[in-house]
């Protein structure tokens, strides 16, 4: 298999990042931030535990979790017994509001441990937009259908995988990833630095070549490809992936290498079109467990959904985030210009957004034509409210 060595070659084929998107990332939380921290009863939580592991969860349960005590600090409680994660270590978050396709995402440190109580200082807030959410079309899926029975999680000791010979041999894990459309997925830089960043896609994504090995597509986004610069400095991965209308949680953690083999590649097309790499990831660990953030946020309820007024339209607070980066030369000082400009118009910036994201996905494959003829929600739009 084909291996991406270097962020050079990274770059040569997804593409550079984009200027905007780059602009768009801020070293503090603002009050836009907050009100969406206030409203959001889920994260994805990435970090290293105190025995060196790499983890990623969901963490949460009621709306406003997660306690902004200054700008650039977050509190928020774990569950007992919960792995705790270590002093000074990277930490990560991917903030979900219920309804919303665009997520909040935070990168920082652990600072302060007391009990279950947790507080990370926070180094970089930005908005991701809403491609995963609406390729997963996560907060469709239990509005239409009842919710899918939970399996028991599988024992923690392992002894279980060891028997099916291998961390993915489980019947149970296998019929999970067969129907998750989501997931968390956190990486970490040489320095130890944090990511933790949404994938979605059609269920059964996240693939299994074989009971030790997990692929991911990567199709064509932002170009902001943190993951992948993280994987060829460090190749440690964790990932938390989800069924929607389920309560449990299936724990991936293992080692990573990102690929452009066309072989594989041209495995995970959508309507001709292949992704443009893929992210191989070589499993040590799979635990499927009961999540309470899951469990008492109800996040896969209608009624959990936030009213539209409550929090800002966050493709407008990223607008907003790009105004307030300072320097750059002509090219950044035009981009907040159009930025500025186009924020002054919400309702204008609201509908060209989602009329990007209409035609992104097309372009990807993603028109209805690729959808399952026997999904009851083929007909519904795919745009944001």
Avoid at 184 to 211: E, K, M, N
Avoid at 222 to 251: E, I, K
Wanted: charged share 25%; glycine share 10%.
């Amino acid at each position: 298999m084909r291996k991406v060595m270097t962020a050079q070659q990274i770059e040569a084929i997804v593409g550079a990042p984009i200027p905007a998107v780059r602009m768009k990332q801020i070293g503090a939380l603002d009050e836009g931030c907050r009100r969406v921290l206030a409203n959001a009863p889920v994260a994805g939580f990435g970090f290293r535990d105190e025995q060196g592991g790499w983890r990623s969860t969901f963490v949460g349960g009621a709306r406003g979790f997660a306690h902004v005590e200054s700008p650039k600090r977050v509190r928020f409680e774990l569950p007992a017994r919960h792995p705790t994660p270590k002093s000074g270590s990277g930490a990560s978050f991917v903030f979900l509001v219920p309804g919303i396709g665009e997520t909040l995402r935070l990168n920082g440190s652990v600072a302060e441990r007391r009990g279950g109580r947790i507080v990370v200082t926070v180094e970089e807030a930005f908005v991701h937009c809403a491609r995963s959410i609406l390729r997963s079309r996560l907060w469709e899926g239990p509005r239409a259908r009842a919710a899918a029975a939970v399996e028991p999680p599988l024992p923690r000791d392992g002894a279980r995988h060891e028997r099916e010979g291998g961390p993915l041999g489980d019947p149970s894990v296998a019929r999970f990833l067969a129907s998750s459309p989501f997931a968390v997925l956190s990486s970490w830089d040489a320095a130890g630095s944090g990511d933790t960043s949404p994938r979605g896609d059609f269920p059964g994504f996240l693939r299994i070549l074989d009971r030790e090995t997990l692929v991911i597509p990567d199709r064509r986004g932002n170009r902001r490809t943190d993951t992948f610069h993280n994987v060829v400095t460090c190749d440690q991965v964790s990932l938390a992936a989800v069924v929607p209308g389920r309560d449990d949680v299936l724990h991936v953690s293992g080692t990573a290498c990102v690929t452009d083999e066309p072989a594989l590649l041209s495995t995970m097309a959508l309507a001709g079109k292949p992704p443009q790499a893929a992210l191989v990831i070589r499993v040590e660990r799979a635990e499927l467990l009961a999540n309470e953030a899951l469990q008492r946020s109800k996040i896969w309820q209608r009624s959990a959904d936030v009213d539209a007024g409550a929090v800002p339209d966050l493709m407008a607070l990223a607008t907003q985030h790009l105004a307030l980066n300072k320097g750059g030369g002509a090219k950044a000082t035009m981009i907040r210009l159009l930025g500025s400009g186009a924020g002054a118009f919400p309702r204008l910036l609201r509908w060209l957004i989602d009329l990007g994201y209409r035609k992104g996905l097309t372009d990807e494959g993603y028109d209805r034509g690729a959808t399952r003829a026997d999904d009851p929600d083929n007909q519904r739009e795919g745009r944001l409210r």
